[in-house]
Structure formats: C-alpha cells, structure tokens
C-alpha cells in the first residue's frame, strides 16, 4: 500500500489531549506505520475467513489418564503439553482473525499510548478485509476456553497423581510394617530356637556331669571292692609264710 495513504491515515492515530501542541507539531508516524507493515506477517489471502470457531464448554484433555496407562507419562503428556498443542487440540486454527496475530501487530504499536494503539488497529481493519475485531474476539475467547479447560486438566492430573502417590505411599508404609512384623517374627522364632537349644545343651552338660560324678562312685567302688579281695589274700600270704619257708 503506498505511503501516501498511511500519511492520510496517521493523523487518525494520533490522539491529541487538551494540552497537546497544535496538529502542525505532530511527528509524522507513516514511516513507523511502513516499519510495522512490513513486520507484520501477511494473512492468508487465497483462502477466505474462516466461521467464528465457538469456545466449547469444557475442552477434554487428549491425554485424559487411563486405567492401561502409567500415571506419571500421563501427567507428563498434561503438564508438558506446548500452548499450540492446547489450541490445536481445541479445535481453534490460526486465521488472519487470529488474535495471535492482532498480538503481534499491538506488539509492534507497544510505543504508541493504548488510546492510539486501538485507532492504528482500526484503521487497518478498515483497510483490510480479512480480518475483523469482532472474529479476534472470538478467536481471543476460544483460546480463552481451550486454555483455562486445559488449566482445569492440569489441576485435575495434580489431584489424580497426589492421590496415587499417596495411595503408593500408604502401601509402602504397610509393606514396611508387614516386614518389620515378619522379620520380628523370625526374630522371636530365633530366640525361642537359642533358648530351646541353651536348655539343651544345658541339660546335656548336667547330664554329662551327673554321669561323670557316677563314673568316680563306681569307680571308687570297685577300687575298694578289689583293693579289699588284695588285703584279705596279703593277710593270708602274711599268716602263711610269718613262721618260716613253707613245707615242701
């Protein structure tokens, strides 16, 4: 578009408050008009608008947990899901009413004061047919939805994985109890086995002893039984042989 129109449409861009100098003091913005044309990316001129894409009432997320599938990839395809993977997934397609796109032209008007921002922004609606404010609204509002849906499933995956995470940790707390039980068990089994087995032992050494204190008994016994039987018969020698040689 030439130049010259973007002169004739620049002094309705500026907005002139009541202390503002007069209109022949006003810089000419047609050179800031020409940089921020050529910045802004060409709609899709082939193709005409597309129909208002209405915001549903609550977009379900793609990647919804499963019963088959592991929470934590679950959770993981939720919270790392991209923006343009969340508005794609809604339904919502860019378009030269995009607002995105309206986006990036306000960004190029950001040195500009709000008031004149909406009037550059009008007055190129007003020179393209392509686009109009009211589809950037409700572009602007479908993605609205698809994102605070999206925030919704966020919030909900949060829940769902604390709540398995918790379950998880109730479990393991349970299994910790149930094998300190068990190897408390094994313990108490053990000692009962090391008493029995010191009684045991205990009565087999008292045993032993009480068959050793036998043994000398006996053994005292037959010492005095036979050293009796070898007195009487060297009494006997004695008497015999006391009055001389025996007889022949």
Known sequence: MPAPFWKKVASAFVVLPPEAPPPEEIPDV????????????????????????????????????????????SVNL?????IDEIILAAGVVDSPSSSQRILKMLSGLAAFPRPQQLAMLRALDAADDTWTEERVVTDARARQAALRAH????????????GQLEQSTRDAQAQRQQLLADIDKQIAELTALRDQALA?????????????????????????????????????????????????
């Open 151 to 162: 925030l919704q499933a966020i919030e909900q995956s949060r829940v769902t994985r604390l």
């Open 30 to 73: 047609s050179a800031d008009l020409d940089a921020l044309l050529a910045s802004i990316p060409e709609p899709e001129s082939a193709a005409p608008a597309p129909p208002p894409v209405s915001a549903p009432a609550r977009a379900a997320p793609a990647s919804a947990p499963t019963a088959s599938a592991a929470p934590s990839n």
């Open 200 to 248: 045991d032992a205990a009565r087999t050494l008292s045993e032993l002893e009480g068959q050793k204190q036998a043994c000398e008994v006996e053994a005292d016994t037959a010492r005095l039984r036979v050293s009796g039987s070898v007195n009487d018969l060297s009494d006997l020698v004695s008497f015999l042989t006391a009055s001389g040689p025996l007889p022949t």
């Open 78 to 82: 939720v919270f790392g899901r991209s």
